[in-house]
Antibody
Framework: EVQLVESGGGLVKPGGSLRLSCAASGFTFSTYSMNWVRQAPGKGLEWVSSISSSSSYIYYADSVKGRFTISRDNAKNSLYLQMNSLRAEDTAVYYC??????????????WGQGTLVTVSS | DIQMTQSPSSLSASVGDRVTITCRASQSISSYLNWFQQRPGKAPKLLIYSASSLQSGVPSRFSGSGSGTDFTLTISSLQPEDFATYYCQQSYSTPCSFGQGTKLEIK
C-alpha cells in the first residue's frame, strides 16, 4: 500500500525557518517525481515545488522561489522541503504528492495527510 | 503560466441528481486535465486523469470529458459521500495549476 506521511509542521515566527519531511513507503520511491502542494485555511490548492526522481529537475512556484528548497533522499525514501524567510501568507497545510508519471498523465495519484504550518508572531 | 477556471464555485444538489462541473484552461492543454475530490479535513483524491480516464477504485458514476481548453466532470447520480469540493488541475506544463474549486453541497 502506498503511504506518504508528512511531518515537521508547526508554529513559527515570520522570518523563521522550518523543514518539512515526507516519508514514503509501499512503492519504489526512487522512480517517481514528487511534489509539495499547499492549501491555506479555507482556500484552494496551490502547487509549491516538484523534484524529479533523480533530483535532476527541480521547479518552484514564483511565490516561494528563493525561499524554499525541495530535496529528496532516495536511500531513505524521503522528500523534504526547507522553508526559510517564512511569511504569514505561507500559513497552510502542506501536502506531499506523488507524480504518477505517464500512467496517469502526470497527475498526482497519491497524497499524504498533510502537515500544518502556521506563521505568526 | 496556465490559468484554470472552474464553474460554478458552489453548487447545491440532492442525492440522486446528475451534476456537471466545468473547467476552462487559459490555453490549450490537450487532454492533460485531472479532477480531484477533497472532503473536509482530508487530502485530495484523484478521480479522473487525462480528462476522461477513471482512476482505479473510483466509482463509475464519475466521468470526465473534454479536450483543448474546455472540460467537464459529471457525477451521474449523487451519493451522500460525493458532497465535497472538486478541483481540476492541468498537468500539461510546469507550473501545474489548479482551478479554484467547486463546493458541492446538499440541497
Amino acid at each position: 500500500e502506498v503511504q506518504l506521511v508528512e511531518s515537521g509542521g508547526g508554529l513559527v515566527k515570520p522570518g523563521g525557518s522550518l523543514r518539512l519531511s515526507c516519508a514514503a513507503s509501499g512503492f519504489t520511491f526512487s522512480t517517481y517525481s514528487m511534489n509539495w502542494v499547499r492549501q491555506a485555511p479555507g482556500k484552494g490548492l496551490e502547487w509549491v515545488s516538484s523534484i524529479s526522481s533523480s533530483s535532476s529537475y527541480i521547479y518552484y512556484a514564483d511565490s516561494v522561489k528563493g525561499r524554499f528548497t525541495i530535496s529528496r533522499d532516495n536511500a531513505k525514501n524521503s522528500l523534504y522541503l526547507q522553508m526559510n524567510s517564512l511569511r504569514a501568507e505561507d500559513t497552510a497545510v502542506y501536502y506531499c504528492a506523488r507524480d504518477g508519471g505517464v500512467a496517469v498523465a502526470g497527475s498526482f495519484d497519491y497524497w499524504g495527510q498533510g502537515t500544518l504550518v502556521t506563521v505568526s508572531s | 503560466d496556465i490559468q484554470m477556471t472552474q464553474s460554478p464555485s458552489s453548487l447545491s444538489a440532492s442525492v440522486g441528481d446528475r451534476v456537471t462541473i466545468t473547467c476552462r484552461a487559459s490555453q490549450s492543454i490537450s487532454s492533460y486535465l485531472n479532477w480531484f475530490q477533497q472532503r473536509p479535513g482530508k487530502a485530495p483524491k484523484l478521480l479522473i486523469y487525462s480528462a476522461s480516464s477513471l482512476q482505479s477504485g473510483v466509482p463509475s458514476r464519475f466521468s470526465g470529458s473534454g479536450s483543448g481548453t474546455d472540460f467537464t466532470l459529471t457525477i451521474s447520480s449523487l451519493q451522500p459521500e460525493d458532497f465535497a469540493t472538486y478541483y481540476c488541475q492541468q498537468s500539461y506544463s510546469t507550473p501545474c495549476s489548479f482551478g479554484q474549486g467547486t463546493k458541492l453541497e446538499i440541497k
